[in-house]
């Protein structure tokens, strides 16, 4: 058992996540088991498939979350953590970490039960299991290299927080373009609307350098289609040529959590646009990734680490 207690950076409610941490399977995703919800990129992969060449260890577990609604695994590590853990520790953010053992065969094969139909959806982590099935494939030799570490969550757990991954921009040539018919509003204004979710509206904030204000981009949400998904799809695809730029100019994009740092980015001209995020749901999580489909690169954070 796993647990962290910790205080949400954006609302400072006291919250405790509890999870269990022990070996997984490293299966082909073709298999149903194991289920990704976010693009990756190749050079973190190839990095992290070195590292675990000349090391043949993982230095830190998953986080993959499985369904379980009636909260019975939550419930069955609460009555095995009564005895002093095993390490408790507070980190430079402020989250108490604390780790139990648990070695009665009773209580493991218990949990094994409890979590063994689950379908697991990669929260933090897609890097490092893409790594580890690389590595297995070509080391189907290696006792071990069929496992790795995983930290295994409640999807249904109240603790659960997801924060926004704000997208900053610089190089754009159709910044007009963009803003063309969206609400020009005050930042207080937006900030208040990106704080308070309506589950029926698509809403990202825009930030433009050397402009008083902000603009709020507002749209009926198409099914459950994530913001970050239109934003991709629409303002940045569109409007900015993606990633490579367009009209011969190189754009730039980068991330940053929280909206005091995005805006102050834009407010300091050190980026020329901000767009801002509302993280998606758990439940919109959980579907995309189901139906076999992938949200763009940073589309989530899930706090704490």
């Known amino acids: 058992p796993y647990f ?3 205080r949400d950076p954006e609302t400072g409610e006291k919250l405790l996540r509890k999870g269990v941490t022990g070996l997984g399977s490293v299966d082909d995703y073709s298999r149903g088991t194991v289920y990704g919800h976010e693009q990756t990129i190749a050079d973190p992969k190839n990095e992290r498939l070195e590292l675990l060449r000349q090391t043949r260890a993982h ?3 998953l986080l993959m979350l499985y369904s379980d609604p009636k909260h019975e695994v939550d419930r069955f590590l609460s009555l095995i953590t009564t005895k002093e853990p095993l390490v ?3 980190d430079d953010d402020g989250v108490l970490h604390t780790l139990w053992q648990v070695s ?10 409890l979590l063994r139909d689950k379908k697991l959806v990669i929260a933090d982590g897609h890097h490092r299991y893409g790594t580890a099935l690389a590595f297995r494939k070509t080391n189907t ?8 570490m995983m930290t295994f969550v409640n999807m249904y757990s109240p603790a659960l927080r997801i924060l926004a991954t704000h997208r900053l921009v ?4 159709h910044v007009q373009k963009i803003v063309a018919g969206c609400e020009r509003i005050s930042v207080d204004t937006l900030r208040s609307l990106l704080q308070s979710r309506q589950e029926e509206n698509i809403r990202i ?6 402009t008083e204000g902000g603009y709020l981009f507002e749209r009926q949400r198409d099914g459950c289609k994530p913001d970050v998904e239109v934003l991709h799809a629409e303002l940045l695809k569109k409007c900015l040529g993606g990633c490579g730029g367009t009209d011969g100019h190189d754009i730039n994009i980068s991330y940053v959590r929280g909206l005091d740092a995005a805006i102050k980015s834009v407010r300091s001209e050190v980026s020329q646009l901000a767009f801002l995020l509302q993280p998606p749901t758990i439940e919109q999580i959980a579907r995309t990734a189901l139906k076999g489909e992938l949200l763009p690169h940073k589309s989530t954070d899930f706090y704490p680490k």
């Not at 009773?106 to 949990?111: E, F, G, N, Q």
């Not at 904030?205 to 050397?210: A, Y």
């Open 4 to 6: 962290q207690e910790f």
């Open 59 to 61: 230095f830190g577990p």
């Open 88 to 90: 408790s520790v507070r």
């Open 104 to 113: 009665r065969p009773s209580h493991v094969l218990h949990l094994q039960y």
């Open 141 to 148: 030799h290696l006792q071990g290299a069929d496992k790795i």
């Open 170 to 173: 610089t190089g754009c040539t």
């Open 205 to 210: 904030g825009i930030l433009v350098k050397g």
